[in-house]
């Protein structure tokens, strides 16, 4: 974006007058979320039985591009079986509850039914216990006897102890997830975690996330990140935006990072792909983060609505236990239905937010695009109001 001077050149020939120096405010972009945007019909259309949603993931093939955030009240082994059943992905935390407890259900319980107040605290004690390496491997393997790949998820402070040790007991893919991840980290008082050097001694590929930015993400899949996550504070259950005033909204979030996964795939021949993590409750929000330029979807909330969650129809952030600074708090997102009725339907409800994948594979259809390379090829328009143009009666209104 131009500052104000360099686009009004009467402006320019002021501050030029004045002595004026140009201000930050001058210079900010635009960023466009979800709720910003609207995509654009073109010239085709296709039936949308002939819609092709498969996609991989680091030598994965899945059917439908979904994945299940590492959460606890999302992903546990049964539930990732579920949801490979279906066609998608899920992803465990590592530094979750499943691998603290041999049975994490009186915890979860707990969790779910705490009043509002007390739930902070009851958090910071249910995390407090400590990783225990063979519930890791314990859940590796019922992951595998549940049918579904191996995916895993730990923080940079973690991945260097748990990372060869999930790929010494058959993970098949290991996520560091973190707040922002960069591909250089400062620290003075420890050696951070060398992520070049963690993707070239790892057996298994190495996804990285997450981040919003060209630069970082070029860094990153430059250091060998096998996909990378996008997404600072989207999340229903995030509170990241709140408590540290960052994050880009989706949508550019998006698109920046699918620019540097072209760009790299230009340089090198290697093709990195890009996760979109959080933001996304309805279809079109869906249809919108894949025409943005992403070639995956990771939801936790829609999910943690399936009657087979673990969370009991509540939600919580994964920073959110931190006993000094929380980042994330329990939401109620209630328990809608199975896993499948939310991803493929029938939907009982007007408002997008079951058969979500549906409402993509239909969206993709009326744009004209056979398949998800095709569908990040569509028109993409400013329009901000288009959510309630026409829908007063819808709203309440006369």
Same mark, same amino acid.
């Given at each position: 974006?131009?500052?104000?001077?360099? #686009? !009004? +050149?009467?402006?320019?020939?002021?501050?030029?007058?004045?002595?004026?120096?140009?201000?930050?405010?001058?210079? %900010?972009?635009?960023?466009?979320?979800?709720?910003? /945007?609207?995509?654009?019909?073109?010239?085709?259309? $296709?039936?949308?039985?002939?819609?092709?949603?498969?996609?991989?993931?680091?030598?994965?093939?899945?059917?439908?591009?979904?994945?299940?955030?590492?959460?606890?009240?999302?992903?546990?082994?049964?539930?990732?079986?579920?949801?490979?059943?279906?066609?998608?992905? @899920? /992803?465990?935390?590592?530094?979750?509850?499943?691998?603290?407890?041999?049975?994490?259900?009186?915890?979860?319980?707990?969790?779910?039914?705490?009043?509002?107040?007390?739930?902070?605290?009851?958090?910071?004690?249910?995390?407090?216990?400590?990783?225990?390496?063979?519930?890791?491997?314990?859940?590796?393997?019922?992951?595998?006897?549940?049918?579904?790949?191996? /995916?895993?998820?730990?923080?940079? @402070? @973690?991945?260097?102890?748990?990372?060869? !040790?999930?790929?010494?007991?058959?993970?098949?893919? !290991?996520?560091?997830?973190?707040?922002?991840?960069?591909?250089?980290?400062?620290?003075?008082?420890?050696?951070?975690?060398?992520?070049?050097?963690?993707?070239?001694?790892?057996?298994?590929?190495?996804? &990285?996330?997450?981040?919003?930015?060209?630069?970082?993400?070029?860094?990153?899949?430059?250091?060998?990140?096998?996909?990378? !996550?996008?997404?600072?504070?989207?999340?229903? #259950?995030?509170?990241?935006?709140? &408590?540290?005033? %960052?994050? $880009? +909204?989706?949508?550019?979030? %998006?698109?920046?990072?699918?620019?540097?996964?072209?760009?790299?795939?230009?340089?090198?021949?290697?093709?990195?792909?890009?996760?979109?993590?959080?933001?996304?409750?309805?279809?079109?929000?869906?249809?919108? #983060? /894949?025409?943005?330029? #992403?070639?995956?979807?990771?939801?936790?909330?829609?999910?943690?609505?399936?009657?087979?969650?673990?969370?009991?129809?509540?939600?919580?952030?994964?920073? @959110?236990?931190?006993?000094?600074?929380?980042?994330?708090?329990?939401?109620? $997102?209630?328990?809608?239905?199975?896993?499948?009725?939310?991803?493929?339907?029938?939907?009982?409800?007007?408002?997008?937010?079951?058969?979500?994948?549906?409402?993509?594979?239909?969206?993709?259809?009326?744009?004209?695009?056979?398949?998800?390379?095709?569908?990040?090829?569509?028109?993409?328009?400013?329009?901000?109001?288009?959510?309630?143009?026409?829908?007063?009666?819808?709203?309440?209104?006369?």
């Amino acid at each position: 974006m131009t500052s104000t001077s360099a #686009a !009004f +050149p009467d402006l320019a020939e002021r501050d030029l007058a004045r002595g004026r120096r140009p201000s930050k405010v001058d210079s %900010i972009r635009p960023a466009y979320s979800f709720d910003d /945007v609207s995509l654009a019909p073109g010239v085709e259309t $296709v039936d949308p039985a002939d819609v092709d949603l498969s996609a991989e993931l680091a030598g994965i093939g899945l059917a439908m591009p979904i994945l299940a955030s590492a959460m606890d009240a999302v992903v546990d082994p049964a539930f990732a079986g579920r949801l490979a059943r279906l066609g998608g992905l @899920a /992803v465990l935390n590592l530094e979750g509850l499943q691998t603290r407890y041999e049975d994490a259900s009186a915890w979860l319980e707990r969790i779910a039914s705490a009043a509002d107040d007390q739930v902070q605290g009851l958090l910071a004690e249910a995390y407090g216990a400590p990783i225990r390496e063979e519930l890791v491997a314990r859940r590796i393997e019922e992951i595998h006897a549940c049918g579904s790949p191996a /995916v895993v998820a730990a923080t940079p @402070a @973690a991945a260097r102890r748990l990372g060869p !040790f999930c790929a010494e007991h058959g993970a098949d893919l !290991f996520l560091v997830q973190s707040q922002v991840s960069s591909a250089r980290h400062l620290a003075a008082g420890y050696e951070p975690l060398a992520l070049s050097d963690f993707t070239r001694y790892m057996p298994i590929p190495v996804a &990285v996330g997450n981040t919003t930015s060209y630069e970082a993400a070029l860094g990153l899949m430059e250091q060998g990140a096998a996909a990378v !996550f996008v997404g600072v504070g989207p999340g229903a #259950a995030c509170t990241t935006r709140d &408590v540290l005033g %960052i994050g $880009v +909204p989706q949508v550019t979030a %998006i698109s920046d990072v699918a620019a540097a996964r072209d760009e790299h795939f230009d340089r090198t021949g290697r093709y990195v792909p890009v996760v979109a993590d959080g933001g996304m409750r309805r279809g079109g929000e869906l249809a919108k #983060a /894949v025409a943005a330029g #992403a070639d995956l979807l990771m939801l936790g909330s829609p999910l943690a609505r399936a009657s087979e969650a673990p969370g009991r129809g509540t939600n919580w952030g994964m920073a @959110a236990p931190s006993p000094t600074l929380p980042r994330g708090t329990r939401i109620r $997102v209630g328990t809608v239905g199975s896993l499948e009725q939310i991803l493929l339907g029938p939907a009982s409800v007007t408002d997008g937010t079951q058969n979500l994948v549906g409402a993509l594979r239909q969206s993709m259809a009326a744009l004209g695009a056979r398949d998800l390379r095709q569908m990040q090829q569509v028109e993409i328009v400013y329009a901000p109001g288009v959510a309630t143009e026409g829908k007063a009666w819808q709203r309440g209104g006369g």
